[in-house]
């Protein structure tokens, strides 16, 4: 099942969508979030590496995946368009952790925080469900979404790993 060859790296403010059996992986995510996205029915998957929670407060924004609230909605019209049914798709997020140690008074430093609210509210919005997440902590996270299964593997390091 973890065959190399169909394996998709997604960088950081970069996104992708697959059919079965390809599998998407992005590596990496701290402050971060991986907006996955799975229609069952059609074995369909999606994943975002968003860096930070809203395009709206951007002028110029030319990178939709960069933006915790524009790559959800490119997300789920990419997998649309390649035969997605958007009533089957179910979310997993993973990643938004809080790197460093501050005063968390700052609110832009908050950005672990920040993406983890701004995925929950763009998600509710869009009407797709949270199935499972992995989010908050102190460290980073490597996740690889299976569009087979649907499964998401949570890898951390020094933390164990999680299938959700």
């Known amino acids: 099942m973890n065959s190399i060859e169909n394996m998709i790296i997604i960088g950081m403010a970069d996104m992708n969508v697959t059919r079965s059996p390809g ?10 979030i991986g907006i996955a996205l799975y229609d069952p029915s059609t074995k369909i998957a999606g994943l975002a590496h968003a860096m930070l929670p809203d395009s709206t407060k951007i002028s110029n924004n030319s990178n939709l995946a960069k933006f915790v609230d524009s790559a959800a909605v490119k997300l789920v019209k990419d997998m649309l368009q390649i035969g997605a049914n958007k009533a089957y798709l179910q979310a997993k997020i993973a990643g938004g952790a809080q790197m460093f140690a501050f005063d968390s008074k700052n609110e832009s430093m908050r950005i672990g925080d920040r ?50």
């Open 23 to 32: 599998i998407l992986t992005t590596l990496g995510l701290g402050s971060c």
């Open 115 to 164: 993406n983890i609210e701004a995925t929950i509210k763009i998600l509710n919005s869009l009407k797709i469900p949270i199935v499972a997440q992995h989010v908050g902590e102190n460290y980073g996270r490597t996740i690889e979404l299976y569009s087979e299964t649907g499964s998401l593997i949570v890898k951390t390091i020094g933390h164990g790993t999680y299938v959700l």
